[in-house]
């Protein structure tokens, strides 16, 4: 009766090594969950300076700070450092039009310019990052196409700024 008992606790133990180790083991090479970027220092309270702050990107590079552990400034004065957003910018083009010359696809660019610095000294110079997505267009569904406008802006300002995060990892 006492070797199973000592068998369960010996299996409990090696099994929770095992957990203990498959966690341990990918941080140890570098890996880091998917989002979660770790910033620096010098980038842990950022103020994000924008002309508009209501934008899908800076909202979305906001958060992203957040989840790579930051905590923006509220305020310039109080700002380990500052990322300047020179341009955030959608622009819509038509892609493709019928024979009746109505639009049949449109195609989506999000472009984002932005700089980093901290106090006197440039971190990053500015730099230019963008994302283009096309979808199709129907004129019978107007109101679902507009709305699927809406979201792929959303996820191309996501995945910009992921790709800000990114580079403000590196600095």
Not at 39 to 61: E, G, W
Not at 88 to 115: C, Q
Not at 117 to 123: I, Q, R, T, V
């Amino acid at each position: 009766m006492q070797s199973a008992s000592l068998r369960r606790r010996t299996r409990a133990a090696v099994s929770k090594l095992g957990l203990a180790l498959v966690f341990a083991v990918p941080g140890a090479c570098g890996f880091h969950l998917e989002g979660r970027t770790p910033l620096p220092q010098s980038m842990k309270a950022a103020y994000v300076q924008a002309t508009d702050h209501q934008t899908d990107f800076v909202q979305s590079l906001r958060k992203a700070l957040l989840t790579s552990g930051a905590r923006p400034a509220l305020d310039k004065a109080t700002a380990s450092s500052v990322v300047n957003i020179l341009k955030d910018e959608v622009v819509r083009r038509t892609l493709s039009v019928s024979a009746l010359n109505r639009p049949n696809e449109y195609e989506v660019t999000y472009t984002v310019r932005f700089s980093v610095s901290a106090g006197d000294k440039e971190l990053l110079a500015p730099q230019e990052v963008s994302a283009t997505r096309s979808y199709s267009f129907d004129e019978t569904r107007l109101l679902a196409k507009e709305h699927e406008e809406a979201i792929l802006r959303q996820a191309m300002a996501h995945d910009l700024a992921d790709r800000v995060v990114r580079q403000l990892s590196s600095l």
